[in-house]
C-alpha cells in the first residue's frame, strides 16, 4: 500500500499550510480581544524552510496546497512564497484562504504567482454587523477585494460563511441570493467549537440541514455532481436553477467528512497535524532545524498520514477537545 494511504483507505493529497497566526481582524469566533498569545517570529517557519516542506510533502504524495492562516496575506512577500509553491513540480494546485482585507491592494499579484482558486471569508453584508462579528471595520475592502478578484479572474471565488444563529442567520437568505447574481460559492459552515474563547454555544450553532430547509423559499436547489477523485473538498454542492454560482455546505458538526478527508495541515509553528478536531502534533521543525535529511521529513510526513485517527470527536454541545484556535491551527 502506498504510505500516504492511512489506515481506513484515505489517500491523503492535500496540505493546509497556515503561513502565520497574525491576523488583521479579531473574529468573534476564532480569535480573543484580550490575551492573546502570539507565536515569536524566530518559532514561525521561514518561507525557505516552508518550501523544504513542500518539496518533501510533494514526494510524500501531496499534490495539492492551500495556503492560510491567521491572515496569509499580512505575511511580508506572501506572493513570494505562493509562486515558489506554484513552480514545484508535482504540485498541481495552490489556493488560498484569506479574509479579504488586503486583496484589492493583492489579488493581481497573488493572481500572477499562479493563484486561480480563491477562498474569501464574509459573514454578513451589513457594514456594521460586519464591525461586529470581525471587530473591525473592514467590510468596504472586503468587498472591494471580491470585486478585483472577480475582474482579476479568479475561479471559483468562494464565500466562507460561517452561520451563526441571531447573529447572522437572518442573512442566509441573501446570501443565497448573491449566489444566483454572482459567479461566488457561498458555502455556509457550521460554527466549530474550536479553540478555547471562541464564544461557541449550543444555541449559536445552527446546522446545515436547518439552512438549507430555509432556502427551499428560493426555489428549488440542485444537487451538483462532486468527483472526489478531483481533489473536491468536504463541501456538499447545490445549485440554484440560472444561478452564476453555487451553494455549499460545510457540516463539521452534523454530518462528519472524516471518511473522505484527505488532508493534512501544517502550523505556522512547523507541526504536522493529522485531524483539524485532534491536539495530536507532529513537530517537523526541530529536526528540519536540526538538519535532518529529505527522508527524514518525508518519513514525518507518512507518520502524519499514519496517526490520521478514523473520525474527529468534536460533538455538538461539546467544547474543548482543541485547544488551538483556527488561526492557530490554519483553518
Ligand atoms: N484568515 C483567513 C480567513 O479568515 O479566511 C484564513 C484563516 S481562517 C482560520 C479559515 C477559516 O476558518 C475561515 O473561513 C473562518 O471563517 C473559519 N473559522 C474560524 N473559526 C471558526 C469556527 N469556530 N467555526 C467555523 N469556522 C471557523
Ligand atoms: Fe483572522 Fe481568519 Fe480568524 Fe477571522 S477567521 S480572526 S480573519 S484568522
Not at 278 to 284: G, L, R, T, V
Request: proline share 4%.
Amino acid at each position: 500500500m502506498a504510505l500516504n494511504v492511512d489506515h481506513y483507505n484515505r489517500k491523503i493529497t492535500y496540505l493546509r499550510v497556515s503561513v502565520t497566526d497574525r491576523c488583521n481582524l479579531r473574529c468573534i469566533y476564532c480569535m480573543p480581544v484580550k490575551d492573546l498569545k502570539l507565536l515569536n517570529h524566530d518559532d514561525i517557519l521561514r518561507y525557505e524552510e516552508i518550501m523544504r516542506i513542500i518539496q518533501a510533502a510533494v514526494e510524500a504524495g501531496i499534490s495539492k496546497v492551500r495556503l492560510t492562516g491567521g491572515e496569509p496575506l499580512v505575511r511580508r512577500n506572501f506572493t513570494r512564497l505562493a509562486s515558489s509553491i506554484c513552480a514545484v513540480p508535482g504540485i498541481k494546485d495552490v489556493s488560498i484562504t484569506t479574509n479579504g482585507v488586503l486583496l484589492a491592494e493583492k489579488a493581481r499579484k497573488i493572481y500572477a504567482a499562479g493563484i486561480r482558486r480563491i477562498n474569501v471569508s464574509l459573514d454578513t453584508l451589513d457594514r456594521k454587523k460586519y464591525a461586529a462579528i470581525t471587530r473591525r471595520d473592514h467590510f468596504d475592502d472586503v468587498w472591494q477585494g471580491l470585486q478585483i478578484a472577480e475582474e482579476v479572474g479568479f475561479s471559483p471565488i468562494k464565500l466562507n460563511v460561517v452561520a451563526m444563529r441571531g447573529i447572522n442567520d437572518d442573512e442566509i437568505l441573501q446570501f443565497a441570493e448573491l449566489s444566483v447574481r454572482k459567479p461566488y460559492h457561498v458555502r455556509f459552515i457550521e460554527y466549530m467549537p474550536i479553540g478555547h474563547d471562541n464564544q461557541w454555544n449550543p444555541g449559536k450553532y445552527i446546522s446545515s440541514d436547518e439552512i438549507k430547509s430555509r432556502l427551499q423559499s428560493l426555489g428549488p436547489l440542485r444537487k451538483v455532481p462532486v468527483l472526489h477523485s478531483a481533489n473536491d473538498g468536504p463541501a456538499r454542492r447545490y445549485r440554484f436553477d440560472s444561478a452564476k454560482g453555487e451553494i455549499g455546505f460545510i457540516s463539521a458538526l452534523s454530518n462528519h467528512f472524516c471518511p473522505t478527508c484527505n488532508r493534512l495541515r501544517l502550523t505556522a509553528d512547523g507541526r504536522l497535524r493529522p485531524c483539524l478536531f485532534a491536539d495530536d502534533e507532529i513537530d517537523i521543525k526541530t529536526p528540519l532545524r536540526a538538519g535532518c535529511s529529505h527522508e527524514e521529513l518525508k518519513r514525518l510526513f507518512w507518520e502524519a498520514v499514519e496517526r490520521k485517527p478514523k473520525q474527529h470527536h468534536a460533538r455538538f454541545a461539546e467544547k474543548g477537545g482543541c485547544q488551538r484556535s483556527m488561526s492557530a491551527i490554519g483553518g
